[in-house]
């Protein structure tokens, strides 16, 4: 956790502070906005040492808000605290890898099961342009660049479910995934490879009308498959 003295500040949460401090509330979330969207494209990988001054010169604010955006970061589990070190993006190990990605392969194959009757012809075609994309990518692997598009996929193809709760959900463990996502597919040989042929079956049964159900395990199974990959690579090392 953060230390309380070195990140202590009058205002313990965004929450309780709306109404008697509404300017640093907004300043803390924009900072809070900036240091998260850097944590999931990648740009600061597992690890990376949050320093609050270099933080608050780029987004433009002072420590004060920043300090309130780590501690949200923290308590979503992206951010941690060491005593001498200070905040650095949290590295998840491989246990928790591995439940985040089998709760996952639950709740996002079941929003794509759902959205699938809501898909239009138009964006099957747009899912398989950025697969394409995703393939040409393996030509000289670029993990920031296949994971973005891998995000852009896969939203496509659950955004338009109907069950907000079940949204919800898939985007927090998509955020999970982020501080993570770039590592795993240069640790797992010829994981990404699989991923996209896969991704192409997955919009074959979407296209074809397939029922739910198999629609609904092709994608869990699809994210199940790369757990599996990355346990056997661990047994190996």
Request: contains cysteine; proline residues 5%; charged residues 20%.
């Amino acid at each position: 956790m953060l230390d309380q003295t070195e990140f202590h500040t009058d205002a313990a949460t965004p929450a309780n502070t709306a109404a008697s401090a509404p300017e640093p509330l907004s300043k803390a979330i924009l900072a809070y906005q900036w240091i998260k969207e850097r944590i999931t494209d990648g740009s600061f990988s597992p690890g990376y040492r949050l320093v609050l001054g270099q933080i608050a010169a780029a987004v433009g604010v002072s420590q004060v808000p920043v300090r309130e955006a780590i501690r949200l970061l923290e308590s979503e589990g992206l951010v941690t605290f060491e005593r001498n070190v200070g905040a650095q993006v949290a590295v998840i190990d491989a246990d928790e890898y591995v439940h985040t990605m089998q709760t996952l392969s639950l709740v996002e194959g079941l929003a794509t099961a759902l959205a699938a009757p809501a898909l239009a012809p138009h964006t099957l075609q747009q899912a398989r342009a950025i697969n394409q994309a995703m393939a040409e990518c393996l030509l000289d692997f670029d993990p920031v660049a296949f994971t973005r598009l891998n995000r852009e996929f896969h939203t496509l193809l659950f955004e338009a479910c109907s069950n907000p709760h079940l949204l919800d959900l898939v985007d927090r463990y998509w955020v999970r995934l982020g501080t993570i996502r770039e590592s795993t597919f240069s640790f797992v040989p010829g994981r990404a490879t699989e991923s996209v042929a896969e991704h192409t079956a997955l919009l074959d049964l979407i296209a074809s009308g397939a029922d739910p159900l198999t629609i609904e395990m092709a994608a869990r199974n699809h994210r199940l498959a790369t757990v599996n990959a990355f346990l056997r690579q661990q047994h190996r090392a």
